[in-house]
């Protein structure tokens, strides 16, 4: 076990569900699969932000902050689980959502949430995507000036709190690992800003996991990455405490299942989405489970992972933002209203 001296609200629904998915294992003809569902933490629809938040609010509840200032995509799943959680515990929630001019800012998904929960919303162009430039320091003194106290989460709340907590699920996976007897050579997980990366490979160093972590980018190259996930991790371990920290030689990092760019959908993510929808009954998202399940499909497909190993798949949510695709692009049929649907 591992001590982490930091303060902690417990608001997501934990353990949650390490569950095989044997007809999703026969339809590749793979390797035995176990889901690990972390789409299913419970408060504000759940994923894997909610476990970075309980760290978050432990910080934001210290009685120094009133407001919380939270960043990211118009469809950011950080943003609508901390609106959620902002409200049971009183806090006050400003979001600052950016995206590229054009980009759909309907509300819609996530964004359709984020209004139902009460946010303050402010939609922002980026460009590129994850520059914000000062709009989000500008934002945080504007409530300063009047009177409120804000604490600004960092991007996809990736700082140490947000780390931590996947240090502390790899205890919660081990644990369940262990009761079933079973040894994954990988575990797959999507890559977004790192910092649930960061925490899984610091937490399987740190518990002797059998496994290797594999990170499926859903924005940035391979090569960026491997230069900034030591760091974050490094910075991490250092105000965690812990021993051991990844370096590039631990970091398995892909980026060949991005395509076009965050959260633009590809084939290969909405074939995953269907397959796993039609095999298990499990939803994944078009931004990140989907591209990451992609990823696992074409690894069996090409014989880089057989059918004797066994794998865990770490679903991290995001299924909201599927009802702010287009259906087509999803690969279901148009029905006109001549066909009869609904006028
Ligand atoms: C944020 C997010 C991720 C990526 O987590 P990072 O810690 O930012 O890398 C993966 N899946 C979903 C659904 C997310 O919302």
């Known amino acids: 076990m591992i001590e982490l001296n930091l303060p902690r ?42 476990r970075k ?5 432990g910080r934001a509840t210290s009685g120094e902050f009133d407001t919380l200032v939270v960043c990211g995509g118009f469809q950011s799943n950080l943003a609508r689980i901390a609106a959620a959680m902002g409200n049971r ?13 054009g980009e759909s800012r309907s509300p819609v998904g ?12 402010h939609l922002v162009d980026t460009v590129p995507r994850w520059d914000f430039g000062t709009t ?3 934002v945080a003194a504007d409530l300063r000036r009047k009177g409120s106290r804000p604490l600004v989460l960092p991007l996809g709340g990736s700082g140490p709190e947000g780390i931590a907590a996947y240090v502390k699920a790899t205890e919660e996976l081990l644990a369940q690992l262990r009761v079933l007897g079973a040894r994954p ?13 960061a925490g899984l490979s610091l937490g399987a160093l740190d518990g002797g996991a059998p496994y290797r972590v594999m990170g499926i980018s859903v924005s940035r190259t391979r090569e960026y990455l491997l230069q900034q996930l030591p760091l974050i ?21 892909e980026d060949a299942y991005v395509g076009s760019g965050y959260g633009v959908l590809t084939p290969g993510c909405r074939d995953a989405i269907q397959l796993v929808a039609s095999t298990e009954g499990v939803l994944l998202d078009p931004v990140y489970s989907g591209k990451t399940m992609h990823a696992l499909i074409d690894h069996v497909r090409t014989g880089r992972i057989t059918a004797d190993e066994t794998v865990v798949f770490l679903h991290t949510g995001g299924w909201p933002a599927l009802f702010a695709y287009d259906p087509v692009s999803l690969g279901i049929g148009t029905v006109s209203a001549a066909q009869g649907g609904p006028q």
Do not use: W
């Not at 949430?113 to 946010?119: E, P, Q, T």
């Open 9 to 50: 609200l417990h608001l997501a629904q934990l353990p949650t569900p390490l569950e095989e998915a044997p007809r999703l294992s026969a339809a590749l003809g793979g390797p035995r699969i176990f889901f690990k569902r972390d789409d299913l933490t419970g408060v504000g629809l759940g994923g894997n932000k909610a």
């Open 53 to 57: 938040l309980e760290f978050l609010m």
């Open 89 to 101: 515990l009183g806090l006050k929630v400003v979001l600052v959502l950016g995206g590229e001019p």
């Open 110 to 121: 996530n964004l359709l949430l984020d209004h139902l929960y009460g946010a303050t919303v």
């Open 136 to 138: 989000v320091e500008d």
């Open 185 to 197: 050579s990988h575990l797959y997980v999507a890559v977004g800003s790192g910092g649930t990366y």
């Open 233 to 253: 991790s490094s910075h991490a371990a250092e105000a965690l405490r812990l021993p051991r920290c990844p370096t590039e030689a631990d970091l398995d990092i």
